[in-house]
Each structure stands twice: as structure tokens, then as C-alpha cells.
């Protein structure tokens, strides 16, 4: 089906794990994005990309790390998860920075 | 970066039209203004951009005056659907003014 994805939708970690969230998409677009999402701070940008093995900072980079060797995947990586990372992750991609299409989102809880 | 300011919250009744104004002060001339919806655990929905004027779609309108420091989403005869967060997001086509702000909770009751 065609559309973006997200794995896993929930994962509960231990602090100082490494953990890695999957975004992918099927429209072959240019841009993707990835967004972090906690009470009383709305959305903040993590890092996004303009095309493959392109990418670049966003609002809140630091203890992420992210990578885009193919067009349509675009993977998080918590070095080592801190609980302060515990939020709701969301994926976007867009053909442009104007209207970006949204994943459905991955839980993370670190404990 | 151009921040962005909205109200925290509002509150209308069904058929109602509703008017959430979004104040972007040091907007830059190649920024453009987006929209976003957002209900509970879903990902944002994109509703309307726009960069000066006015510009209507099927869900909404966009009212942006001439000095572009603020803009209006116009949701016209809301229903209880329309329940959401609704964020104001200026943007540029390179991508480095891409701050969301906390956005406006908008209720419809019956």
C-alpha cells in the first residue's frame, strides 16, 4: 500500500539501550523528517533530510542519530536512550518542505 | 527562524465559523505559511498553505495580510469533527524554518 509507515508503533526500552525507529515511504519523495511530540512542547523537528545521504539538524538533534541511504527509508537512532527521550515519534516526507504527509507515529517509553 | 505565536485554545458550537489567528512576526520573504491538523494519536494532516493574499480550499481559508506578520485560518461552519490541534507553521523551500509551535486546541460542543 501506498502511503508512509512506521515501526515498531510501541517500544518500551531501558535507559542506555540503543534503539532504532524505521520510516517508510512509498511516494519517493525528496524530503522526509522526523518529529518528536510531548505535552506542552507540540511538535519539534529532530533531524530531516532533503534526499538520500542528505540530512540536517533540526530544533532537538542531540542523542539522535539518523541516516538515509536509500530515498524511501529514514531511520532514527537513539544511541543511548535516556528517559528524558520517552515521546511520541512521528515520520513525514514531503516533495517539498510545504506539505508534509504525517506516519502514524511510534510510543517510545524509556525506563 | 520565524516563531510562531497561537492562542493555547478555543472553543465554538457546531455550525459556527471559527477563526484562528496566528501572529508571525519575523516572517521572512521567501517563507510561506502552512497549516496542520492533528487529532489525538494521529500524525499532523495538512490543511492550507499560503504566502500573501487569500487562499481557499475545500476545508478552509487563508487570510494573510500585506505585511504578512500574522495570518487567520478560517474553518467555516465547523462540526464536532473538527475537534483538533490546529498548528500554524512557517516555512522555507530550504527547509531550515520548520518550528511547529504548541498549537491551538479547538473544541465544538453540540
Known amino acids: 500500500d501506498a502511503g508512509i509507515t512506521q515501526s515498531p508503533r510501541y517500544k518500551i526500552t531501558e535507559t542506555g539501550r540503543q534503539v532504532t525507529l524505521m520510516c517508510h515511504q512509498t511516494?519517493?519523495?525528496?524530503?522526509m523528517f522526523w518529529y518528536r511530540q510531548d505535552l506542552g512542547h507540540g511538535l519539534r523537528l529532530i533531524y530531516y533530510s532533503a534526499a538520500a545521504d542528505i540530512t540536517d539538524k533540526g530544533e532537538v538533534p542531540d542523542g539522535y542519530v539518523v541516516s538515509r541511504s536509500k530515498t524511501e527509508n529514514f531511520p532514527l537512532t537513539l544511541e543511548s536512550a535516556t528517559r528524558s527521550q520517552t515521546s511520541v515519534y512521528f515520520c513525514?516526507?514531503?516533495?517539498?518542505?510545504?506539505?508534509?504527509?504525517f506516519g502514524p507515529g511510534t510510543r517510545l517509553t524509556v525506563t | 527562524l520565524a516563531k510562531t505565536t497561537q492562542p493555547i485554545s478555543m472553543d465554538s458550537y457546531e455550525g459556527q465559523e471559527v477563526n484562528i489567528t496566528c501572529s508571525h512576526n519575523?516572517?521572512?520573504?521567501?517563507?510561506?505559511i502552512t497549516w496542520y491538523q492533528q487529532f489525538p494519536s494521529q500524525g499532523p494532516r495538512f490543511i492550507i498553505q499560503g504566502y500573501k493574499t487569500k487562499v481557499t480550499n475545500e476545508v478552509a481559508s487563508l487570510f494573510i495580510p500585506a505585511d504578512r506578520k500574522s495570518s487567520t485560518l478560517s474553518l467555516p461552519r465547523v462540526s464536532l469533527s473538527d475537534t483538533a490541534v490546529y498548528y500554524c507553521?512557517?516555512?522555507?523551500?530550504?527547509?531550515?524554518?520548520?518550528?511547529f509551535g504548541k498549537g491551538t486546541t479547538l473544541s465544538v460542543s453540540s
Open positions: 507553521l512557517v516555512v522555507n523551500q530550504a527547509g531550515t524554518a520548520l518550528i
Open positions: 511516494w519517493s519523495h525528496s524530503y
Open positions: 513525514a516526507s514531503s516533495g517539498t518542505t510545504y506539505e508534509q504527509y
Open positions: 519575523n516572517i521572512a520573504t521567501n517563507d510561506y
